[in-house]
Nanobody
């Protein structure tokens, strides 16, 4: 049974930083692309950032490019999202997710239905 547990959310002022972590257990973490999504009230769950199973490829939503950085530590079964220069519009519940497909190659998965396991989410609130 795969478990993903996020941590690191909170309240921060605009311009500030937060680092989210997602600890995974239950299967071979290093074989799966990982993604971060976010969902604001009344909106759909949107892709934020992703990192390939090898760590060699990253992909970002245009809205966070240059501000957010995704990384992973396969020895610790953990994926991170460093968020800098936060804006009020970054306010949302942030979820980490694990790809459905092991050792994926080709197009980077950016849709929620391409991910098979999800964490419980962590709230990020950015005040103006």
């Amino acid at each position: 049974q795969v478990q993903l547990v996020e941590s690191g959310g909170g309240l921060v002022q605009a311009g500030g930083s937060l680092r989210l972590s997602c600890a995974a257990s239950g299967r071979t973490f290093s074989s799966y692309t990982m993604g971060w999504f976010r969902q604001a009230p009344g909106k759909e769950r949107d892709f934020v950032a992703g990192i390939s199973w090898s760590g060699g490829t990253t992909h970002y939503a245009d809205s966070v490019k240059g501000r957010f950085t995704i990384s992973r530590d396969n020895a610790k079964n953990t994926v991170y999202l460093q968020m800098n220069s936060l804006k009020p519009e970054d306010t949302a519940v942030y979820y980490c997710a694990e790809d459905r497909r092991p050792l994926r190659v080709g197009a980077f998965p950016v849709f929620p239905n391409e991910y098979g396991y999800w964490g419980q989410g962590t709230q990020v609130t950015v005040s103006s």
